[in-house]
């Protein structure tokens, strides 16, 4: 696949082919005076499979870089050598005073050392494809990361060997026959504790903690350009000989595209990720493509009145760092995509219970799972990688409500107690009794400044709201946190492998959110049907009109259709029109993925979809999938939805691989004609575009009924063949629009019911024409 982007496009230059970072340790610094985080992140890397492969064939050195010419060229030259005041970057060695990092226990290492705030020079143009990733033995590997906005400072290998205690892992029986080379000997180390067994991750967290904070053995080559930061070790020229622990230190920039510095509601500094397009390439050096899943954990510094919140697995506490400053750590032990890390520092107020009254009650008359059916599923094996997984855990298995905290700005706390603080164990326990597991072992929930963009962002263990869901009632906050919540399963534990497959998360999302609420407030089956068909129709209005004001190429769910999940050789993709500022204001991609699954519930029914979701999210918690993985699942598991003439390809064709509204929306038009039906008066003209932008002539028999009881109610002369169509061709359904066009007096709608009647009375069910001929005579 060639890497071909236009402006609205976003690279993803990483090379993760090649080599994957495991995990990352972030050490950083808050400067609220200056709009700038600063510090430090190493790299745990571990080379791709076949790059490995690769190796063992003897193929020679492998060149990986899409910005190739950039070392071939003169000007260039000066990019690679020392950074001035790199002393200044130097790192404390060892970690002697660091204990084992378990559930609930706090981070309190130091601060490393400051360093210096010189700037490199760039001056790298992008690539338009991958015909420069080509096998030259000559020519030393690169590794690419997603970078932009970015002030790196230095680039240096990390000697492993000089943590106390990895001499465990160096008298390991692999590592017995190693090269007696200090570098393939610090490889291997890393080796050995990346892929530490899952039950071991509270001492693989501590030594990969200990090697961020080891001496550097040497400083790496590095250039920045506009989307990247690539490194290179002069002579290296394979991945697995590349350093496999790296630290970079740089600065983030007050005009970095992933942060917002800005106050919140009580005019207090904060600043937190706001889900820019770009991700978190202006927050720290990452691989972004999805398929780079690591683990992390990080340690942030801001002045004693702020609160550091973060993706993280623990509910960190502060501990004193400095006079005045408080350190916060956080850490995560299931692999996540780098895209998916979020921090929000600001003076938030934890909002709390005044009473310790007891958590919601689960719902089971609305979505039964037994507890039983619960564990029962979950003995399966995990099909993820591996990791300390909650569906493994059977006291996370019967968690229907996780632990969860609130935080706001302090002028909004009072409001938060009175709407949002109840709603949580309600939804959590609505999401329970439908999906199961929770993924994740705790949440916090934010209400984020005035200038966030959406309504809402989920994050690993982390939910942004706007302030807006907040006044009016309890009903958009409501809906809004069960479709945040939702993405804990669709969006965060089961992720898209291509990114421009946005349905596979919003559609979900916005899915599950109406089945969510009308559990969380315990309505009956009967209410809760005509409440989601209510926000059905709603939905289609707005589908409607985002049609007919959006670009066609905007409409797409899979942009890349056969393409679709395919990279370069190097690994490097582009997010088509993932910079497209109109996008982001656009609901399509929820609003089509929407409905086509509100289509396979009701052709499915909604107990067998639902119970087929739930093995669903079994099956594939913790991996990346395409939109093929779900449809063939869905169609294995419920194998009569193909008697609807549903198949993979089918589902492109009409669904993801176009523009515009599917054809196919028959329950969706019924019920906006039903809703026009209510109106007293609809002009002629009104009911002719309808009919013209909906096709209503080549829609099933459901559709052409509601529109000839238009025709008819309205005295549309210009649809009155169609009424006569309709009564000739089909004639058990016909029978009601004779009273219509009989009870209306008239003359030219009942000379039409006359004459239709005589023309079918022959070949007319006995029954029917007898109930006919006494509306009409």
């Excluded at 209400?447 to 706007?466: Q, R, T």
Aim: charged content about 20%; overall charge negative; some cysteine.
């Amino acid at each position: 696949m060639e890497l071909d982007f236009t402006q609205d496009d976003l690279p993803l230059v990483a090379n993760t082919s090649h080599i994957l970072v495991r995990h990352y340790v972030l050490d950083l610094d808050v400067d609220f005076s200056s709009h700038v985080i600063g510090g430090s992140i190493v790299l745990f890397l571990e080379p791709g499979r076949r790059c490995r492969r690769r190796s063992n064939e003897q193929v020679e050195g492998v060149h990986h870089s899409q910005l190739d010419e950039t070392f071939h060229n003169p000007l260039h030259a000066s990019c690679y050598g020392p950074v001035p005041n790199a002393r200044a970057c130097s790192t404390k060695s060892g970690c002697n005073d660091f204990p084992v990092v378990g559930k609930g226990e706090n981070d309190t290492s130091d601060k490393n050392g400051s360093h210096g705030n010189t700037e490199q020079a760039s001056g790298i143009s992008s690539s338009k494809n991958c015909s420069d990733i080509e096998i030259h033995g000559s020519e030393d590997f690169l590794l690419v990361l997603d970078c932009c906005d970015l002030s790196v400072l230095k680039v240096e290998e990390v000697d492993v060997m000089a943590v106390p205690g990895i001499e465990k892992f160096i008298s390991s029986t692999k590592l017995m026959d190693a090269s007696e080379d200090p570098g393939d000997l610090r490889n291997q180390i890393v080796h050995e504790l990346v892929t530490l067994p899952a039950d071991h991750w509270r001492e693989q967290l501590h030594y990969y903690r200990c090697c961020s904070q080891a001496p550097a053995s040497g400083e790496l080559l590095f250039v920045t350009g506009p989307w990247s930061l690539e490194i290179k070790k002069a002579g290296v020229q394979l991945p697995k000989d590349f350093p496999q622990a790296i630290r970079i230190f740089y600065k983030t920039k007050p005009e970095g595209r992933s942060l917002s510095w800005t106050t919140d509601q009580s005019d207090r500094s904060c600043v937190y990720t706001i889900g820019s397009p770009i991700n978190n390439r202006a927050l720290f050096p990452c691989q972004e493509p999805p398929v780079a899943m690591s683990t992390w954990q990080a340690t942030v510094r801001a002045d004693a009145c702020f609160v550091v919140l973060m993706s993280g697995e623990n509910a960190a506490e502060p501990t004193e760092s400095e006079e005045g400053r408080y350190s916060w750590s956080y850490y995560v032990t299931m692999p996540m995509p780098a895209s998916t890390f979020t921090v929000a520092v600001g003076c938030w107020a934890e909002v709390k219970r005044e009473t310790c009254g007891a958590d919601a009650k689960r719902n089971d008359a609305f979505f039964p799972l037994s507890s039983k059916e619960d564990v029962r599923m979950f003995k399966q094996v995990c099909g993820h990688s591996p990791y300390p997984c909650r569906y493994q855990d059977p006291v996370a298995v019967a968690q229907v409500v996780i632990p969860h905290r609130l935080f706001a700005p302090w002028c909004l706390k009072e409001s938060c107690e009175k709407v949002l603080l109840q709603l949580i164990p309600q939804c959590l326990s609505a999401a329970y009794a439908l999906l199961g597991t929770h993924p994740f072992p705790r949440l916090d929930i934010l209400i984020v400044p005035s200038n966030f963009s959406s309504l809402g962002m989920a994050s690993p263990h982390i939910i942004f709201l706007s302030q807006s869901t907040l006044p009016g009632g309890n009903h958009l906050c409501g809906t809004r946190l069960c479709h945040e919540i939702a993405h804990t399963w669709f969006g965060l534990a089961i992720g898209a492998r291509d990114w421009t497959e946005e349905w596979l998360s919003e559609g979900f999302a916005t899915h599950l959110e109406d089945a969510f609420w009308s559990s969380a407030q315990q309505l009956p089956v009967g209410e809760a049907k005509e409440q989601q068909d209510l926000k059905a129709l709603l939905h289609w209005q707005r589908l409607r009109d985002e049609i007919q004001n959006s670009e066609e190429d905007l409409q797409v769910l899979r942009p890349n259709k056969e393409n679709t999940g395919k990279v370069c050789e190097s690994g490097a993709s582009v997010i088509k029109h993932g910079l497209n500022t109109g996008k982001t204001f656009l609901q399509v991609h929820y609003l089509k993925g929407y409905f086509l699954l509100r289509s396979f519930a009701g052709k499915a029914g909604e107990a067998a979809y639902f119970a087929f979701l739930r093995k669903f999210v079994q099956d594939f918690h913790g991996q990346l999938i395409l939109s093929q993985d779900f449809l063939h699942s869905l169609l294995k598991e419920i194998p009569q939805l193909t008697g609807y003439g549903l198949s993979v390809e089918n589902v492109f064709q009409e669904w993801l691989d176009c523009s515009g509204i599917p054809k196919l929306l028959p329950d969706q038009l019924v019920l906006v004609l039903e809703h026009l039906l209510k109106e007293k008066t609809l002009c002629s003209k009104m009911l002719e575009c309808l009919q013209k932008t909906y096709h209503l002539r080549e829609q099933d028999a459901e559709v052409r009924h509601r529109w000839c009881e238009l025709v008819i109610k309205h005295k549309h002369t210009t649809g009155y063949g169609d009424v006569e169509t309709f009564l000739k061709d089909d004639q058990a359904m016909g029978v009601y629009l004779y009273g219509e066009l009989m009870v209306n007096e008239d003359a030219n709608q009942q000379e039409l019911a006359y004459k239709s009647f005589a023309a079918v009375r022959g070949q007319m069910d006995v029954s029917s024409a007898k109930i006919v001929a006494e509306m009409l005579l």
